[in-house]
């Protein structure tokens, strides 16, 4: 204890003695002057005096004057009724210790008041010392158990020595009481915390909604409060704060180091560097998570937390980085869902979602989807790293190449597309974008885009629609030439319509006598011999309009109809060759188109192997025709399918050959014993024979029969005789005719 003049204890009331006690004299040691102090310090253990003697007040000032326990000193209350003292603990909910004086205006007015303070204001904590001032009486073992009593002391024990280590002993009582019940409350609030706030999603609700449950924990305004969160470890990110509030609210989603507040930036960034709670300036909170990246929360905190409180705030800190962990991985679910895995760009579904929220915007706005040509060819000729490259440059290059006011997204594989001003998403601009090489991999590479774009304010359709009429247009640009641009028109929009209409119709019509099959001729181009034909699919509709196949089966491939239509002519191709076979005209082979999504079908091996058993037909006499672009998109596919072909004896053509992209070394590499020249090239014979010529050798060098569709003309029989073209097939010698038609035209043709 200092010995030096420290102030006196401060009291609420400084009454004169009411007359000399003998038993206080003892504890009057000098001049007995009280000096009144008006307000409690902020970390004095506050006392309060219950007694109606005046004199006892007195005393037990001057007994505790100057007095430190555990280095905090005392602040005296002083009551002189029950009433009295009862409102002074209801209204100061930190008093630590009650003297208390057991008969008083009545024989139990003491014991009373602690029933009152126990029961009605539910102080557990509160320590009571009961004084008396007849050594004789003495409480019942039971009263004091009861009513928790703290200590028991007659008036003549309270020397400054004895009341010194009698309150020692009751505020360290207290103490461990109050943390004891702090903690519990704190708990009870985290958990409670962690309850409520499990319903907010998103990081930044609930951090706030974490800060706002600490503070009241605290007992303070959930003001001046930022959260941050330390950026993807090597991902290069800043911290950047991901709440605030309070005075701090303009600094949400501002990197941490561009936060303007130097001493608040240091303490977070210690704090995420140390992945500690720190409690100097301010308190900075930690919270750790399991991808390493962590939180800090700063908080404005005048003064430095107790240990009771940092213990709780610690405790809290604990608690609720499982929940921020239950946030993250939320936010990661979100992060999937809405972002591009390889380009970390938006995907189809953000995208969607920002065409759905447009509000009407200052500037004309235009959506615009932007295909990579030969994308599937740079895959699988350069591998699918590079492939990823290319796409890293393209989304790269849209991304530094239009403004900030404009989104992009990857829709698919090779499809991106973008949405902004009409001025920044416009064909030109975006074709300037890839006018120049992109850098892949240390390498030059040049790629076009074919775009289709859609202004906003120039048609009706929002959300979803607009992605579609873009699709059109891209569609549109795509028929036109590779890496052109088109704009959506009204036009297209009933183009698409109609194709509705006739996939309804087609719907309908799949199993009805509308669709059937004709056969065309094929002949040895030397003697004009018949040796087989091909199967063509027809649709004659109700009103006997016939709807040509080039129209209605990209719509039935679309629409998952191929696979009905397709199964349909090859049951009927092999039924009418079996038959011609059984009436004699052995020789014969049948030739079936089959598309691309046929094909591709895991069943369709199966199902030819099936109609070849049914049918009964020599598989070596039936020849599937695939399109020379269907060779240019899955190579290898392709391949395994056209051997598994093979390997059940039928022979396979390529179709439509010079028409589509495919390099002549993938040509080598399928296994077809048939070319044939497209029909377009035969009609061009008289101006340009090179093509012709280029085919037949092409064919020929690989070891293949080639064939010309499409001939018309008795000269453009004998060009093709004259390049050495093996076999034809055109309305020189028969258009594709009905089953009884087709056996009556081999009769004339056979007996020739
Ligand atoms: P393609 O396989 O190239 O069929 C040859 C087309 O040329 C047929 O048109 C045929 O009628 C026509 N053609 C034959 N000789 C001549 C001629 O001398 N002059 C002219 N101008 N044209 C001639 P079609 O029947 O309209 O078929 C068009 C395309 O539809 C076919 O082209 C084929 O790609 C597809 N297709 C037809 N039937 C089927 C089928 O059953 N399955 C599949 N997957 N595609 C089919
Ligand atoms: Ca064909
Ligand atoms: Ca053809």
């Known amino acids: 204890m200092s010995d030096h003049a420290p102030p006196a204890p401060s009291t609420e009331t400084s009454s004169a003695a009411h007359g000399a006690d003998d038993d206080l004299l003892v504890l009057i040691e000098d001049d007995g002057d009280v000096i009144a102090s008006p307000s409690i310090t902020h970390n004095a253990w506050q006392i309060l005096v219950v007694d109606d003697d005046a004199d006892v007040h007195q005393a037990t000032d001057m007994a505790l004057r100057d007095l430190l326990i555990e280095g905090r000193p005392l602040y005296i209350h002083h009551a002189y009724s029950r009433q009295e003292a009862f409102a002074l603990v209801q209204a100061h909910d930190d008093i630590a210790v009650m003297l208390l004086d057991v008969v008083m205006e009545s024989e139990d007015a003491g014991l009373q008041l602690v029933g009152e303070v126990r029961h009605k204001l539910g102080r557990e904590a509160l320590r009571i010392v009961l004084r008396t001032g007849q050594p004789g009486y003495a409480p019942e073992l039971e009263t004091i158990r009861n009513y928790d009593i703290n200590d028991y002391r007659t008036k003549s024990e309270l020397t400054r020595v004895r009341l010194f280590t009698s309150l020692t002993t009751a505020l360290r009582a207290y103490r461990q009481m109050r943390t004891h019940e702090q903690t519990r409350r704190g708990l009870e609030m985290v958990v409670r915390a962690s309850t409520e706030l499990s319903k907010l999603h998103g990081m930044q609700l609930f951090a706030e909604g974490v800060v706002n449950q600490l503070c009241a924990l605290l007992g303070m305004r959930p003001e001046g409060l930022i959260c941050a969160q330390a950026g993807l470890e090597n991902s290069g990110d800043p911290a950047r704060v991901i709440a605030a509030a309070g005075h701090y609210g303009e600094l949400i989603q501002r990197p941490l180091d561009e936060l303007g507040i130097p001493s608040v930036q240091a303490a977070l960034e210690q704090c995420l560097r140390e992945r500690r709670s720190l409690f100097a300036q301010g308190m900075v909170l930690y919270f750790a998570t399991s991808d390493g990246r962590g939180l800090a929360a700063y908080i404005d905190h005048p003064d430095d937390l107790p240990p009771l409180d940092r213990h709780l705030v610690e405790v809290f800190c604990s608690s609720m980085s499982a929940g921020f962990e239950n946030v993250l991985l939320y936010g990661r679910l979100v992060d999937q869902a809405y972002v591009d895995p390889l380009l970390r760009i938006a995907n189809l579904n953000q995208f969607l979602q920002q065409l759905s929220r447009l509000t009407v915007a200052p500037t004309p706005l235009t959506v615009g989807v932007l295909d990579i040509d030969g994308f599937t060819s740079i895959n699988d000729m350069l591998g699918h790293e590079f492939g990823d490259n290319v796409l890293r440059a393209v989304s790269t290059r849209l991304h530094d190449g239009l403004g900030p006011h404009c989104h992009i997204a990857r829709i698919s594989a090779d499809v991106f597309a973008a949405l902004g001003p009409s001025q920044e998403v416009s064909g030109d601009t975006l074709q300037h974008l890839f006018s120049t090489p992109l850098q892949v991999s240390g390498q030059s590479v040049r790629i076009s885009v074919t775009i289709g774009l859609v202004r906003l304010d120039e048609h009706e359709e929002r959300g979803p629609d607009l992605l579609k009429d873009a699709h059109l247009a891209l569609k549109r640009a795509k028929l036109q030439q590779r890496g052109s641009t088109c704009y959506f028109s009204e036009e297209m929009g009933h183009a698409a319509r109609a194709r509705m209409q006739l996939l309804n119709s087609l719907r309908a019509a799949t199993g009805s006598p509308q669709l059937f099959a004709v056969y065309q001729p094929k002949v040895d181009l030397q003697t004009g011999q018949a040796i087989g034909m091909e199967a063509l699919l027809r649709w004659r509709q109700p009103d006997g309009t016939m709807v040509p196949p080039d129209q209605f089966i990209p719509v039935a491939e679309q ?108 040509l080598r590499h399928l296994p077809a014993a048939r070319l044939k020249i497209d029909r377009s090239f035969v009609a061009e014979l008289d101006r340009d024979v090179s093509i012709a010529r280029m085919v037949v050798n092409l064919g020929h060098s690989q070891g293949m029969k080639v064939i010309a569709e499409g001939i018309e003309t008795e000269a453009q029989r004998n060009t093709l005789l004259a390049l050495g073209c093996d076999e034809g097939q055109g309305w020189l010698y028969g258009k594709p005719m009905l089953p009884n038609d087709l056996v009556t035209w081999l009769q004339g043709n056979l007996h020739h």
Request: proline share 3%; glycine share 6%; hydrophobic share 45%.
């Open 559 to 666: 629409a998952g109809l191929m696979m009905v239509l397709g199964t349909f002519v090859m049951h009927n191709a092999c039924t009418q060759l079996k038959r011609l076979h059984d009436m004699g005209f052995t020789e014969l082979t049948m030739a079936i188109n089959v598309s691309q999504v046929q094909l591709r079908e895991p069943d369709f091996i199966p199902l030819l192997a099936n109609t070849l058993a049914e049918t009964d037909v020599r598989p070596d006499a039936v020849e599937l025709e695939i399109t020379e672009s269907m060779a240019a998109e899955d190579i290898n596919l392709i391949r395994r399918r056209l051997e598994e072909i093979r390997a059940l004896g039928l022979t396979v053509a390529i179709d439509d050959f010079g028409t589509g992209f495919s390099s002549l070394s993938v």
